[in-house]
């Protein structure tokens, strides 16, 4: 459409060839990768296969899907899970969805479980596999939920280090226990010492933690065990031994999460510097540095908000490979891997949809596998700006600005854009500018869109992280409010159009922002909090603790919870309100939408909520997806009082959606 025949078009009802179809065939997610000699092999979520997880392999142009029809790789250990699977000699093992036992696949051969089948439903989990040298044991995290099995009682599900015989003759060896939590099993080079990382309840992995070495006796026994890096205070991440056995890890102990070797009994670091090489530890199997035999070391390192692939060499010199990226992982999960001479990593930017990548020194970035088909015309997409925006309190949070970009509207002179300020979940977590159709879905319709990495965000220090602690639902949500006003003050965005959503803890921010403040004209809440003591009370072992940090202990500051709980406060709710829930969700369980969707209609406050079915925390069904954009996008037309150009049912508030459920 040439200049003279742009439309002028209210903002938000701008016609866009971004659909809500698009948007929930958003493509692949990339999860766990892993190579196996010159092949390489990774999980891929399928939306339109009802988000079952498949691992394939690639290798020399061909492409093979590795799991059989009837099977989804995923495990449940810490729910969020990660390290579903390892290769070894053309042997794939994997841990089951549906019973969490670990299953050995000869090459185009058929799954065999190798691990007892539980007590109890998924009581046996297994994540974050490593072969010993001789391939005669396999080491992997073991979550062990079924009470029958556990000799002493105990009200959490025990974790330890376990070895598994690949054939499944024997019965699962608990090798290292005593800790709450375990990870990152190791083996060095010669196969001789195991590394690990382990911490305790109330902290998380990035608070604290402690890296183990052991000694590896012919049977796959361990002895000497010693610490060797890590505190309550240290938070170590990735244990890796190099080629030559040297031992390296990533520590925080400068307050930056920088990348160390040990020589000797001493930590050497390659680059003391304010930068961060790590990233908190959701899942397993997480790798930001991958080591290369020129002896240089590739790592994923995120410098002033920002995020670039960088190759350093032992004296400290580094070198940034031009690549068309801006953000390396998917979902802040970065999962390098290296051959010796190349790299293989999940990549994207603002226009670069995710795709895995095989890249070498001097040679442009070889794509291996798309995950998004979307083929989207660049004059659509919204590119970031990248800023520091001061709050109420002289502080600073870091924020990326998406602004309305469409080719084809003069955009009204007379108004300003409604905003919807995206808040990250986690907390503890960051956004980066990787490529997002539910951003671009927005932008693309007349919304300036602003996500916020407010202080508790990785990417920025261990003291900016820090600085949420006591404080969730207070320095979060001020942070999300105070970038959108700054936007208002400078004219970028209409102040009177301003809208929240967040999932997780990114729904408490925008449920809190709505119940404490009167900012917002509506906001959107996937699967988020409502009732703090109720998610203290209800949620699972890897969290349970989480909320001794950022609120305090429970139940000794009990009042505390209830007072920042937007459940107990929607009376102070002015804005309509839309919930989306995931039916079978164990991190946020459906009785918190439930309970503020109470406490809404008690208070006679506009609301929505809708239930999907077969969908856990965080939707990876296609028909989820659509169902929410559509319905969101719907939403916000009533909110702001325009007329989406798509074809959408209306909202009924006051009005909930939820699967039928059998009686009992």
Known sequence: MSKDQKQSTPYGAWPSPISVDMVASDGLSFGHTDLDDDTIYW???RPDENGRGVIVSYDDGDYQDVTPEGFNVRTLVHQYGGGDFIVCDNITFFTRFSDQRVYRQPQNGKPTAITPEPKTDRGLRYADFEFSGDRSHLYCVQENHDAANIE???????TSLVRLEPD????PEVVAAGHDFYAAPTLSPDGKRLAWLTWDHPRMPWDGTELHVADVAYDGTLSNERVVMGSPGESVFQPSWRPDGVLHAVSDRTGWWNLYRREGDVWVPYREEEAEYGVPQW???????AFLDDGRVATVVIRDGEQTLELIAPDGSREVPDMPFAAFGERGHPRLRSDGSSLYFV???PATPPQLVHWMSGVEPTVLRLGNEIELNDTYVSTPEHTSIPTRDGSQTHVFVYPPVNPNID???DERPPVIAFAHGGPTSAVLPAFETSTQFFTSRGFAVVHVNYRGSTGHARAYREALYGEW????????????QHLAESDRVDGDRMAIRGGSAGGFIALSALAFHDVFAAGTSYYGVADLSRLAELTHKFESRYLDQIVGPYPEMAKTYDDRSPVNHADGINAPVLLFQGEDDQVVPLSQAEEMVEALSANGVPHSLLVFEDEQHGFRRAESRKRAHETELAFYGEAFGFEPDDELSTVDLFKSEAPERPSH
């Not at 499944?168 to 019965?171: D, Q």
């Not at 639902?473 to 959108?484: K, L, N, S, Y």
């Open 411 to 413: 955009p009204p002179t």
């Open 152 to 158: 002493e009682a105990v009200d959490e599900p025990v």
């Open 168 to 171: 499944g003759s024997e019965e």
């Open 347 to 349: 990549a994207s930017g």
């Open 473 to 484: 639902g207070v320095r979060d949500v001020e942070d999300c409010i105070d970038a959108v």
């Open 43 to 45: 999980r891929e979520v």
């Open 283 to 289: 899942v397993f199997g997480l790798a930001t540095y």
